[in-house]
Structures are given as C-alpha cells and as structure tokens.
C-alpha cells in the first residue's frame, strides 16, 4: 500500500459546510496527488503537489484548495461542499522517479456524501 | 474526443480464455503506460506499466504498446474469477509533474 493513509474513510455531510480530507504517507514521497472517481469515469486530477507548499491544479480543481505543510501530509479542503462533490477520493504518491520507472500508486479511499 | 479511450464493456470472458483489453490516447508525446485493476469498493492497484514499444510480459499478463497507433492493450491468459475487476488504462506525458490521465475503465468478468 506504499504507506497510504487517509482519513476519514467515509464522511456524510451538508450543503455548504467546509470538509477537509488528509493524505497521509510514510516514505518521503515528493508528489501527492488528489483524485476523484464518479460512476462510470476513471480517476479525475483534482490538484497535486510537488513538495512542501508547493501545488498546482488538475483538470477538476473548481471547488477544491490544497495545502502541503509537511512532507508526509496533503489536505485536500472543500470550501463549501455542494453535492455534485459526492464522490470517492484517492490520493496517490509517485515512486520512482527515473523516467522508466515512475509509477503511482493510491490510498485506501474516502467515500463522500454530501447531502 | 476523450485523451483516453477505453472500450466499452462490460466484458465477459469464460474461465481461462484470454482476455484483451484496449486503450487509444490522444496526445502523441506521451511517454508513459499503465494498467491498473480496481476490484469494487477498493483502491486502483497497479498492474503493468510500459515504457517502450512492444510487449512486456508478467506471468498471465501481458502489456503491449504501438507509439505509431497511439495504442496500448492489455491480455490476460488463463483468465480466472479472481481477475473480475475494472481495468484502468493510464497514460503519462513525459513531463516533471508525473501527471496520468486516465480512461473511464472496463470491466471485466470472468464466468466459472
């Protein structure tokens, strides 16, 4: 599992309340990514990081804002939840940087439901 | 059109017949190829990863990739239940960001 933690697991929220989820690794990846998985799509790039405080958008940040204090942690936030942010999140981290050899593999999973 | 294309499952294989997979791309300087399974409920799992052109084998599966075609499959031999699962194609550019771009997945399921 390459050291992937998040939490929480599952969350059921409301309409318009902040909601923050933590990516948690253990090996002193450089890149974290967030993702998210809808019914029926493959994983969307919300935002990603390349070190300490250093970020940049996906292809679906609208709604979303990250932060990278440490290392080993990437909090993705949702400012004011709206249910189309119902989904499954992923983080992933890169190992492996050589050209050939670069891979990404994912955390357990959050299971969003805002309501 | 998608970046990444997947074709439309779900698919349905009888126990140990091959399975093939596809996956087209879009963007012609995409340098790196993945194959992941993601079992329901459960995280994406890398499976294959594919660098060059040609085939790269590990035990029953087998990736192969066509740079000209913008083309990259995915075979399974001697397929079993336990392969029952949505395969996700990923694609890299060859850019520091390490960013994929994934298809939408198909899913297979192998028939005792």
């Known amino acids: 599992d390459a050291g992937i933690t998040q939490s929480p697991r599952h969350k059921v929220t409301e309409t318009g309340t902040p909601v923050t989820l933590r990516c948690h690794q253990t090996?002193?990846?450089?890149?974290m990514y967030w993702y998210r998985q809808d019914p029926g799509h493959g994983l969307r790039l919300i935002h990603y990081?390349?070190?300490?405080?250093?970020?940049d958008k996906g292809e679906v940040s609208d709604g979303y804002s990250v932060s990278r204090s440490k290392t080993e942690d990437f909090l993705l936030t949702l400012e004011s939840a709206t249910s189309s942010q119902t989904s499954v999140y992923f983080c992933?981290?890169?190992?492996?940087?050589?050209?050939?050899?670069?891979?990404?593999?994912f955390g357990p999973g959050t299971r969003l439901t805002v309501l | 059109q998608k970046e990444v294309e997947q074709n439309s499952g779900p698919l349905s294989v009888p126990e140990g017949a091959i399975a093939s997979l596809n996956c087209t791309y879009s963007?012609?300087?995409?340098?790196?190829f993945f194959w992941y399974r993601q079992y329901s409920g459960k995280s994406p799992e890398l499976i294959m990863s594919?660098?060059?052109?040609g085939d790269k084998e590990d035990g029953r599966f087998t990736a192969q990739l066509n740079k000209a075609s913008q083309y990259v499959s995915l075979l399974i031999r001697d397929s079993q239940p336990s392969d029952s699962a949505t395969y996700l194609c990923?694609?890299?550019?060859?850019?520091?960001?390490?960013?994929?771009?994934f298809g939408d997945g198909t899913t297979l399921t192998v028939k005792p």
């Open positions: 990081s390349y070190g300490v405080k250093d970020t």
């Open positions: 990923a694609v890299r550019l060859g850019t520091n960001a390490g960013k994929s771009t």
């Open positions: 963007d012609r300087v995409s340098q790196s």
């Open positions: 090996e002193n990846h450089r890149y």
């Open positions: 594919i660098y060059s052109n």
């Open positions: 992933a981290i890169r190992a492996g940087l050589a050209a050939n050899t670069d891979t990404q593999y």
